[in-house]
């Protein structure tokens, strides 16, 4: 009978419990893992290291690193390298390079397959230009040239207009109605034709902005009021004009109603003055007054006459009366021409 040679063995588990020291050299197998580890006289079981390929120098069939050069006269895998020309020097390192040859695979780059994505040579633009055939979506992504960018932005009617809220400052043709949009504040804002300027009104809605009714530059007449809203009016020369004179009848002088009051006192009664201009801007005003002096007419203390004393007024007659002030209304100068005609 022949003889057989067994080397130590048991169970993972038996072997860690056990966790004995091999002699150097000696082999320990476990049984239900099929690994070896050889021991060196000294070191126990759990802390030896399993016995593999790599640890005699060999590269496994799993793949791996050689370590040094691989030279071969025949062929690997059935081919001939050297006929293949995928020699050392042929080959394309793994940090990049230039291919001198065209690159025909019927498997995958990266992960994709070339094919089924559609990025051949084939379907590719080349760097020279060329007509695209579908879409391309940039993202948020921008477009950049010293060129033109030539393009149709035309939608057939309005409702398909994109969302304004995502395009926001985008300009666009709609066919139905032959006017152009913009994308502004979440809403597509529509353009006036020039045709329409002198029969639609702009989005203030004034009729008066009409462009039949616009003041031309080179000047011409003004058939409404012009609110300047207390703005300056420089370098202006005046002509022919007038005041707007108002009739007092709560013995109150507001200085939004008009430049020029008349009153006719009846009764003892206390004038006011309101709304005056601002403080550094003058303002005046005229009082035309009837029978100012048949009664007591009190005058507001912002008054300063001359000699700090109020005029006396005529009984029965006209007086005319001037205020100016330039503080905002803190002090009015008053003036007086009695008893007119």
């Known amino acids: 009978m022949a003889s057989i040679i067994q080397i ?6 038996d072997w860690t419990s056990a966790n004995p020291t091999l002699a150097q050299g000696e082999l320990g197998l476990e049984t239900d893992t099929l690994k070896l580890k050889a021991g060196t006289g000294t070191t126990a079981w759990n802390s030896l290291g399993y016995y593999t390929l790599a640890t005699a120098g060999f590269l496994a069939t799993t793949g ?6 691989l ?3 025949s062929t690997i895998d059935g081919r001939d390298v050297a006929a293949d020309g995928v020699l050392a020097t042929n080959a394309m390192p793994k940090a990049g390079g230039a291919f001198t040859g065209a690159v025909t695979t019927n498997s995958t780059i990266d992960g994709r397959d070339v094919a089924a994505d559609g990025v051949l040579a084939t379907n590719a633009l080349p760097k020279a230009g060329g007509t695209m055939s579908g879409a391309i979506d940039m993202g948020s992504n921008n477009i950049t040239t010293t060129g033109k960018i030539l393009y149709s932005n035309m939608y057939a009617q309005t409702s398909d207009l994109p969302s304004a809220s995502t395009y926001h400052g985008m300009f666009a043709h709609v066919h139905a109605t032959g006017k152009g949009y913009f994308a502004h504040g979440g809403a597509w804002i529509e353009l006036a034709n020039q045709t329409s300027l002198a029969t639609t009104t702009t989005t203030a809605g004034n009729a008066n902005t009409l462009a039949t009714a616009a003041l031309p ?4 007449t003004v058939t409404g009021l012009v609110n300047m ?5 420089q370098r202006t020369v005046l002509k022919d004009y007038g005041e707007t004179k108002v009739a007092m009848s709560a013995h109150a002088v507001d200085l939004e109603l008009g430049n020029v009051f008349t009153y006719t006192l009846s009764g003892g009664q206390t004038v006011t003055f309101t709304n005056p201009p601002a403080s550094g801007t003058a303002g005046s005003f005229t009082m035309i007054v009837t029978n100012g002096g048949s009664a007591t007419l009190t005058w507001p203390t912002s008054v300063d006459w001359p000699a700090a004393t109020a005029p006396a007024l005529t009984a029965s007659g006209v007086d005319l009366l001037f205020f100016t002030t330039c503080d905002g209304g803190t002090i009015w100068y008053g003036t007086a021409v009695l008893a007119m005609g």
Do not use: E, F, V
């Not at 130590?8 to 588990?13: H, I, Y």
């Not at 530059?217 to 011409?220: W, Y």
């Open 8 to 13: 130590r063995r048991d169970t993972a588990s």
């Open 64 to 69: 791996g690193a050689l370590t040094g050069a």
């Open 71 to 73: 030279t071969t006269n």
């Open 217 to 220: 530059k080179a000047g011409g």
């Open 229 to 233: 809203s207390d703005q300056i009016l």
